[in-house]
T-cell receptor, first 115, second 118 residues
């Protein structure tokens, strides 16, 4: 069975601080996909990134960066120089690479960025 | 471009009433999913479909039924609503995977439907 753990329930930072969101996963699959989604206060779910299990290269997109470490089953997400607009709930998710590709979500981490 | 559309957006039901949530996607996606979101629990998969005419149970299927009579629509039904079904419901769709090099693997979500059962 797949499982995604986001141990941090809430994180509060002051604008311009960096914030790192932890994500630890469990799966028996050798090939799988990892995702991060953002849910701003308006409620919609916004896709941020997908990472394949066979590609451990880290990725940077503007102020966002992701650190994938297969050895520790972690896929952490860092927001650099946070802004108020980054305030949201962030979900890490895991999908099998065969069959039905269902996404299993973590419980989410609420990030509050204070001005 | 509509993407994934859910109706209704809000609904209040009394215990024992029935209702249907409609999800429509215009992207010709094979896969469709219904999730529910509850505080502190993330999104949990209720039912899903891998193609027209098919449905399968997810993580929390009890109390719900689904149908996929047309490829673009995925209906979620509550036959006898209970207060425990008060939640925000999200529909999502995705491409049929051809392999990691062919697809982003992204789920496209609707805006959510907030259901309250009194």
């Amino acid at each position: 069975a797949q499982k995604v753990t986001q141990a941090q329930t809430e994180i509060s930072v002051v604008e311009k601080e960096d914030v790192t969101l932890d994500c630890v996963y469990e799966t028996r699959d050798t090939t799988y996909y990892l995702f991060w989604y953002k849910q701003p206060p308006s409620g919609e779910l916004v896709f941020l990134i997908r990472r394949n299990s066979f590609d451990e290269q880290n990725e940077i997109s503007g102020r966002y960066s992701w650190n994938f470490q297969k050895s520790t089953s972690s896929f952490n997400f860092t927001i650099t120089a946070s802004q108020v607009v980054d305030s949201a709930v962030y979900f890490c998710a895991l999908s099998e690479a065969t069959g039905d590709y269902k996404l299993s979500f973590g419980a989410g981490t609420t990030v509050t960025v204070r001005a | 471009n509509a993407g994934v559309t859910q109706t209704p957006k809000f609904r209040v039901l009394k215990t024992g009433q029935s209702m249907t949530l409609l999800c429509a996607q215009d992207m010709n996606h094979e896969y469709m999913y219904w999730y529910r979101q509850d505080p502190g629990m993330g999104l949990r998969l209720i039912h899903y479909s891998v193609g027209e005419g098919t449905t399968a149970k997810g993580e929390v299927p009890d109390g719900y039924n689904v149908s996929r009579l047309k490829k673009q629509n995925f209906l979620l039904g509550l036959e006898s609503a209970a207060p425990s079904q008060t939640s925000v419901y999200f529909c999502a769709s995705s491409y049929l995977y051809m392999g990691p090099e062919h697809s982003t693997g992204e789920l496209f979500f609707g805006e959510g439907s907030r259901l309250t059962v009194l």
